[in-house]
């Protein structure tokens, strides 16, 4: 078992403002899984990744993965660390800064690492070959097309082989061909050993995930 996520709950604001966006949400996620979670907007679901990813401190409750209680056994450091080597993102909005090649997009998860800039280069190369867009490493963020620029944030999530993907509609901002070849490459991916969450809105996405887990008011459909 990949991850344990056990009783979350999470509360923001106090008093007449308080606001609980997640009440007691338990799930198990499986290696190799592709699982989209989903639900209007407001339910809860970007506020559930960011609990998975260790960017949001529950309230109470647990984020279990590989064995490890990220919010109980880590201090700020070791869950930097962690999100670092366990977890690759993907975003709708892509997140890649305009004046640095593709190929130096990808390369920024591995900078805490100690081996070579040349080594670097090789294995942003490797994602980007994985992406099929090796053409493209020289190419600017302004040079590319919405699905290269996905591309493009997918070979950057993988670059350092982390066992979790967490993708926040990563096919929002694209057409329905575009779409179906992001949500291809993603399943090629998963196949080659990742764990793959999904947040989307999509009931094409949905149906293509393997699993799905819907969310709303902050409680599990």
Do not use: C, W
């Not at 679901?45 to 109980?72: F, H, M, Q, V, W």
Request: no cysteine; aromatic share 4%; proline share 5%.
């Amino acid at each position: 078992m990949l991850m344990q996520i056990k009783k979350i709950e999470k509360t923001y604001g106090s008093g007449e403002a308080q606001v609980r966006a997640l009440r007691g949400v338990s799930f198990t996620i499986d290696e190799k899984d592709f699982v989209a979670i989903y639900g209007p907007s407001g339910s809860g679901k970007t506020t559930l990744l960011t609990t998975i990813a260790g960017l949001n401190r529950p309230t109470s409750g647990e984020t279990i993965i590989d064995g490890i209680s990220i919010y109980r056994d880590l201090n700020s450091e070791g869950l930097a660390q962690f999100r670092n080597e366990y977890i690759g993102f993907v975003f709708q909005s892509f997140h890649l800064i305009p004046y640095l090649s593709a190929q130096e997009n990808v390369m920024l998860p591995l900078a805490p690492q100690k081996i070579s800039s040349a080594e670097k280069r090789e294995m942003a190369l490797r994602a980007l070959e994985r992406v099929n867009i090796p053409e493209k490493a020289r190419s600017l963020p302004g040079e590319l097309s919405g699905g290269q620029l996905q591309r493009v944030a997918i070979a950057r999530a993988i670059v350092n082989e982390p066992p979790l993907i967490l993708a926040d509609e990563p096919t929002g901002n694209l057409d329905t061909h575009t779409r179906d070849e992001v949500l291809s490459l993603l399943e090629s991916i998963r196949q080659n050993g990742h764990t793959i969450i999904m947040v989307t809105h999509d009931p094409e996405n949905i149906k293509l995930a393997r699993r799905a887990i819907g969310i709303q008011d902050g409680l599990l459909n």
